[in-house]
C-alpha cells in the first residue's frame, strides 16, 4: 500500500479564497504529480516536479501554482478560488531507479468553489 | 494525436459473472500499458501493467491481454465481487512511467449488484 496522503479530503469554501491543498508521501520518491479529474473525465497532468526545487507546467493549463521544498512534500496553491475550480485535485508520486514504477495515487481532494 | 479510448462507458452485471473491459489507444512510440482501478472517492491503484513483449499477465482474478500490433487491450474480471465495483482505467505510457508521458482512458464504470 503506497503511503501518499492529501488534505483535506473534501473544501467547500467561497469565491476568492486562498487556498492549498496538501500531499506528503513517505516513499522518498523523487517524482510527484498533481491532476485535476472531473467526474466521468480522464485524469488530466497540471503540474510535475522531478526532485527538490523542480516543477513544471503539465498539459492542462491551470491558475494553481506548486512549491517543493522538500521531497517528501508538494502543495498545490490557488489565490484566489472560483467556481471553476471546482473539481477533484489528485496528488501521486514515482519513484526512480527501476523502470516502469507505478504512479501511487493519494485518496484526492474534492474541491468545492461557491 | 495520441488517445486512449475505452469501452464500455458504463457495465452492471450480477456478482459471480465475468466480464471484459476493452482499451484501445493510438499512442505511439509505447512502452507500457497498465489498468489501474479506482473505487468511488479513492485514488487510483495499479493493477497490471504491460509492455510491449507481453500479451497477457494475470493479477488474482484480474487478468490483463495485450495485442500491441492492433494497439487493443482488455481486462478481463472473472467471479466478479461486490468489491469490484470501480472505475476501471487504462493509462498508456509512450516512454516508460518514469520519463514518459502517460495518457489517460475515461475509465469504464463497473457495477456489480447481488
Known amino acids: 500500500e503506497a503511503d501518499i496522503y492529501q488534505t483535506p479530503r473534501y473544501l467547500v469554501i467561497g469565491t476568492g479564497k486562498k487556498i492549498t491543498l496538501e500531499c506528503s508521501q513517505t516513499?522518498?520518491?523523487?517524482?510527484m504529480y498533481w491532476y485535476q479529474q472531473d467526474p466521468g473525465m480522464e485524469l488530466h497532468l497540471i503540474h510535475y516536479?522531478?526532485?527538490?526545487?523542480?516543477?513544471e507546467k503539465g498539459d492542462l493549463s491551470s491558475e494553481s501554482t506548486v512549491s517543493r521544498i522538500r521531497t517528501e512534500h508538494f502543495p498545490l496553491t490557488l489565490e484566489s478560488a472560483r467556481p471553476s475550480h471546482t473539481s477533484q485535485y489528485l496528488c501521486?508520486?514515482?519513484?526512480?531507479?527501476?523502470?516502469?514504477?507505478?504512479?501511487?495515487f493519494g485518496d484526492g481532494t474534492r474541491l468545492s468553489i461557491l | 494525436k495520441n488517445q486512449v479510448e475505452q469501452s464500455p462507458q458504463s457495465l452492471i452485471i450480477l456478482e459471480g459473472k465475468n466480464c471484459t473491459l476493452q482499451?484501445?489507444?493510438?499512442?505511439?512510440?509505447?512502452?507500457?500499458l497498465r489498468w489501474y482501478k479506482q473505487d468511488t472517492g479513492r485514488g487510483p491503484v495499479s493493477l497490471t501493467i504491460?509492455?510491449?513483449?507481453?500479451n497477457t499477465k494475470s493479477n488474482g482474478r484480474y487478468t490483463a491481454t495485450l495485442d500491441a500490433d492492433t494497439k487493443q487491450s482488455s481486462l478481463h474480471i472473472t467471479a466478479s465481487q461486490l468489491s469490484d465495483s470501480a472505475s476501471y482505467i487504462c493509462?498508456?505510457?509512450?516512454?516508460?512511467?518514469?520519463?514518459?508521458?502517460?495518457?489517460f482512458g475515461r475509465g469504464t464504470q463497473l457495477t456489480v449488484w447481488p
Open positions: 501521486a508520486s514515482s519513484g526512480t531507479g527501476q523502470v516502469n514504477q507505478p504512479q501511487h
Open positions: 516513499m522518498g520518491h523523487d517524482k
Open positions: 516536479s522531478y526532485g527538490v526545487n523542480s516543477t
Open positions: 482499451c484501445n489507444y493510438t499512442v505511439s512510440p509505447f512502452s507500457n
Open positions: 504491460m509492455t510491449f513483449s507481453e
Open positions: 493509462v498508456v505510457s509512450d516512454r516508460g512511467s518514469t520519463l514518459g508521458r502517460l495518457y
